[in-house]
């Protein structure tokens, strides 16, 4: 991927979400019944695993905004930390995140997520930004969506993940 598809994607995906959140602050003006606080939802992810000299923690805070039945908007934050012998590894950052249901179950989303990497091998370390763009469709009841997402930014040498295929739980409540 060439650095200037990336930055307009960004860009592209920017324009989207703020255009998204300003529609629905437009939305929210006009109508008193409710609040914005009372259509922003809590989630995220926490990931943990540990073995033979080997250990990871992931935390992924999140929420979203839910504009109507079918659409929501929102950010979230990312850090991992990763030690697998002498091998470590530190990962910061945030994504932007839209999320559909055009049917009751069916969980469309697109998010657009940031992360600084700062990795060392031994005696050799390196530190990068690295963008991914997931594209993932999941089956969801009530807070809970199960599903699979697509890194369409993957790089195989720099990415966070060993592959751009990623299943996930998303919970919001």
């Known amino acids: 991927m060439n650095h200037t598809f990336i930055?307009?994607?960004a860009k592209w995906l920017l324009f989207l979400f703020f255009s998204g959140?300003?529609?629905v602050s437009m939305a929210q003006y006009g109508n008193n019944d409710s609040s914005f606080w009372s259509n922003v939802r809590y989630g995220g992810g926490l990931g943990l695993s540990f073995g033979n000299d080997a250990f990871l923690i992931g935390l992924s805070p999140s929420a979203i905004y839910q504009a109507n039945d079918y659409l929501a908007f929102g950010v979230?934050?990312?850090?991992?930390?990763s030690k697998i012998g002498d091998d470590k590894l530190n990962a910061v950052g945030g994504s932007l995140i839209v999320l559909a249901?055009?049917?009751a179950a069916l969980q469309l989303s697109a998010e657009?997520?940031?992360?600084?990497?700062?990795?060392?091998?031994?005696?050799?370390?390196e530190s990068f930004w690295v963008p991914a763009l997931y594209l993932g469709v999941g089956y969801g009841i009530g807070p809970v969506t199960v599903g699979i997402r697509?890194?369409?930014l993957y790089d195989d040498n720099k990415s966070l993940y060993s592959n751009p295929w990623l299943p996930f739980v998303r919970v919001y409540f």
């Open 7 to 9: 930055s307009k994607s």
């Open 112 to 125: 657009f997520e940031e992360l600084y990497i700062d990795r060392s091998f031994g005696p050799f370390s």
């Open 76 to 81: 979230g934050l990312n850090y991992t930390y």
């Open 150 to 152: 697509y890194d369409v």
């Open 21 to 23: 959140i300003c529609s």
């Open 101 to 103: 249901n055009p049917v």
